[in-house]
């Protein structure tokens, strides 16, 4: 037997060296679980000069903002609702994303006889809440529209144009939700993997951000941010990783971009599926399996971006729980020649909890992409712009301004993840992705988490926290299997 071969079965909890890749969720959770379960020798390397990865909180305002997750979506069957349900994190957001106001790029308000059978007809037709679409071979935007127009039939007549204005921005809505740049490259069949959690579907954290549960995860209990927890002396940020060498039956080899080396017996690979997707050609030595590239370039990961605006003072009248913007066709094609072009992409503004001074806006796909390569004040005067251009009454300029820059960060490029027509075609999915890489002993080497790797729960915080634990769970059992066969 190998000297190497010896080495490695003399391996247990406490000497076994785990390195992951990422602070996001996924790697937290996966760190925290490993720690609970006895390992000691586990380090986690962080691109970021922060933890959290697609989770971001920043004081902003009156209190803080969400760059990115920023709800706990459902309660039955949720990681995150079940861990914080009895601590008083969690309150049922406004209903501003079911009650906004629908605005003509004329300034024309539809009326809610109007705007309401629209919006249930809409909302109705979200295969979520449909029973016909496992053996659906098209898209979800073929199949949204054909449920749109076969209700908005059954009802007295709409103005066909308006109808059109709002179906073309309740798929930019959708996408949103999706992360897609529009719905007809979303699965339609695939759509219903994914599993909605029961209960309130937009649980905001109060005023303190989702960065709670992170800290909820890592036990913290100092009230500085910088607090790890149990994760102190077990994190290093600013390490972005240029090459995992998974070669042999032996250790692990980890450089990072300043050429430090790191080795371990595991690695927990938890970048976003957009770093893999750019990189992975590149970052693992020898290439990885055909399956697993057949995952990567098969799930896809879009882009969606917020901007906030914070007011001296409420910036909508009280009776104005949000807006979206319905783009006459004149209008619309005006604007696609001129260097404005991306403000199609921006669907709606809405109030943000526990912040009355703040509008919250969302921009989707190639927009987005575009949208973050303009500097800050060419968006804010676009938005500015935007706002004139519907509202029936006058905004005042911001006092301050943010946006969101998810693809344009090299340590994330995009927002999260879905399933594309193009990934039923490659017949993949996130259990090739997940499909740990292993020895010929059974040993995992080099394993994968993160929301893209989970079958049902892709695009959510508790989807990521389930992998994490899934992949610790993983080499647990390794080791309690290996301790019983000593």
Same mark, same amino acid.
């Given at each position: 037997?190998?000297?190497?071969?010896?080495?490695?079965?003399?391996?247990?909890?406490?000497?076994?060296?785990?390195?992951?890749?990422?602070?996001?969720?996924?790697?937290?959770?996966?760190? =925290?679980?490993?720690?609970?379960?006895?390992?000691?020798?586990?380090?986690?390397?962080?691109?970021?000069?922060?933890?959290?990865?697609?989770?971001?909180?920043?004081?902003?305002?009156?209190?803080?903002?969400?760059?990115?997750?920023?709800?706990?979506?459902?309660?039955?069957?949720?990681?995150?609702?079940?861990?914080?349900?009895?601590?008083?994190?969690?309150?049922? =957001?406004?209903?501003?994303?079911?009650?906004?106001?629908?605005?003509?790029?004329?300034?024309?308000?539809?009326?809610?006889?109007?705007?309401?059978?629209?919006?249930?007809?809409?909302?109705?037709?979200?295969?979520?809440?449909?029973?016909?679409?496992?053996?659906?071979?098209?898209?979800?935007?073929?199949?949204?529209?054909?449920?749109?127009?076969?209700?908005?039939?059954?009802?007295?007549?709409?103005?066909?144009?308006?109808?059109?204005?709002?179906?073309?921005?309740?798929?930019?809505?959708?996408?949103?939700?999706?992360?897609?740049?529009?719905?007809?490259?979303?699965?339609?069949?695939?759509?219903?993997?994914?599993?909605?959690?029961?209960?309130?579907?937009?649980?905001?954290?109060?005023?303190?951000?989702?960065?709670?549960?992170?800290?909820?995860?890592?036990?913290?209990?100092?009230?500085?941010?910088?607090?790890?927890?149990?994760?102190?002396?077990?994190?290093?940020?600013?390490?972005?990783?240029?090459?995992?060498?998974?070669?042999?039956?032996?250790?692990?080899?980890?450089?990072?971009?300043?050429?430090?080396?790191?080795?371990?017996?595991?690695?927990?690979?938890?970048?976003?599926?957009?770093?893999?997707?750019?990189?992975?050609?590149?970052?693992?030595?020898?290439?990885?399996?055909?399956?697993?590239?057949?995952?990567?370039?098969?799930?896809?990961?879009?882009?969606?971006?917020?901007?906030?605006?914070?007011?001296?003072?409420?910036?909508?009248?009280?009776?104005?729980?949000?807006?979206?913007?319905?783009?006459?066709?004149?209008?619309?094609?005006?604007?696609?020649?001129?260097?404005?072009?991306?403000?199609?992409?921006?669907?709606?503004?809405?109030?943000?909890?526990?912040?009355?001074?703040?509008?919250?806006?969302?921009?989707?796909?190639?927009?987005?992409?575009?949208?973050?390569?303009?500097?800050?004040?060419?968006?804010?005067?676009?938005?500015?712009?935007?706002?004139?251009?519907?509202?029936?009454?006058?905004?005042?300029?911001?006092?301050?301004?943010?946006?969101?820059?998810?693809?344009?960060?090299?340590?994330?490029?995009?927002?999260?993840?879905?399933?594309?027509?193009?990934?039923?075609?490659?017949? =993949?999915?996130?259990?090739?992705?997940?499909?740990?890489?292993?020895?010929?002993?059974?040993?995992?080497?080099?394993?994968?988490?993160?929301?893209?790797?989970?079958?049902?729960?892709?695009?959510?915080?508790?989807?990521?926290?389930?992998?994490?634990?899934?992949?610790?769970?993983?080499?647990?059992?390794?080791?309690?299997?290996?301790?019983?066969?000593?």
């Amino acid at each position: 037997m190998s000297a190497a071969s010896l080495r490695l079965l003399s391996k247990t909890k406490q000497t076994a060296r785990i390195i992951i890749v990422g602070a996001g969720s996924a790697g937290i959770a996966a760190a =925290t679980r490993l720690l609970e379960q006895g390992f000691r020798n586990v380090l986690l390397l962080e691109a970021e000069d922060r933890i959290g990865g697609r989770i971001h909180t920043i004081p902003f305002a009156d209190n803080v903002v969400d760059l990115g997750a920023q709800w706990c979506h459902g309660e039955q069957g949720n990681v995150v609702y079940q861990r914080v349900k009895d601590q008083n994190m969690l309150e049922a =957001t406004e209903p501003h994303y079911d009650n906004f106001k629908c605005v003509r790029s004329n300034g024309e308000v539809l009326p809610e006889a109007i705007a309401e059978p629209l919006k249930t007809i809409a909302f109705n037709s979200i295969p979520e809440r449909q029973t016909d679409l496992g053996s659906y071979d098209g898209s979800l935007g073929d199949y949204l529209d054909m449920k749109y127009w076969k209700e908005l039939a059954k009802l007295p007549p709409i103005d066909r144009t308006i109808a059109e204005e709002f179906l073309e921005v309740f798929h930019k809505f959708e996408a949103s939700v999706e992360a897609a740049d529009h719905l007809y490259e979303v699965s339609g069949r695939g759509h219903l993997e994914y599993w909605l959690c029961e209960g309130e579907l937009l649980l905001n954290w109060r005023q303190k951000g989702y960065k709670q549960f992170l800290r909820v995860l890592m036990k913290a209990q100092d009230a500085q941010p910088e607090d790890l927890g149990v994760l102190k002396g077990h994190v290093l940020l600013n390490k972005r990783i240029a090459e995992i060498n998974w070669e042999g039956a032996d250790e692990l080899k980890i450089r990072c971009w300043n050429g430090e080396i790191h080795t371990a017996d595991h690695v927990i690979c938890t970048v976003s599926l957009g770093v893999l997707k750019e990189q992975h050609r590149n970052l693992f030595v020898p290439n990885l399996p055909a399956a697993k590239v057949r995952a990567i370039d098969g799930l896809k990961l879009g882009t969606v971006d917020k901007f906030f605006l914070e007011f001296t003072a409420p910036p909508l009248p009280e009776d104005w729980p949000g807006f979206n913007c319905l783009w006459l066709k004149k209008d619309l094609d005006e604007l696609r020649g001129s260097e404005l072009f991306w403000l199609e992409s921006v669907f709606g503004f809405y109030p943000v909890s526990h912040q009355p001074r703040i509008l919250q806006g969302w921009i989707i796909g190639a927009h987005a992409r575009h949208m973050e390569t303009l500097t800050e004040e060419t968006v804010l005067q676009g938005l500015l712009w935007l706002f004139r251009k519907f509202l029936p009454f006058d905004v005042a300029p911001p006092q301050r301004f943010l946006r969101t820059q998810w693809h344009a960060n090299p340590n994330f490029r995009g927002s999260y993840t879905f399933r594309s027509t193009y990934t039923d075609e490659l017949r =993949t999915g996130a259990w090739d992705l997940e499909a740990p890489l292993m020895d010929v002993g059974g040993r995992p080497r080099l394993q994968f988490a993160g929301e893209s790797s989970h079958k049902h729960y892709y695009s959510t915080v508790h989807g990521a926290v389930e992998t994490g634990w899934r992949e610790a769970e993983r080499l647990n059992v390794y080791y309690k299997a290996r301790t019983a066969q000593l």
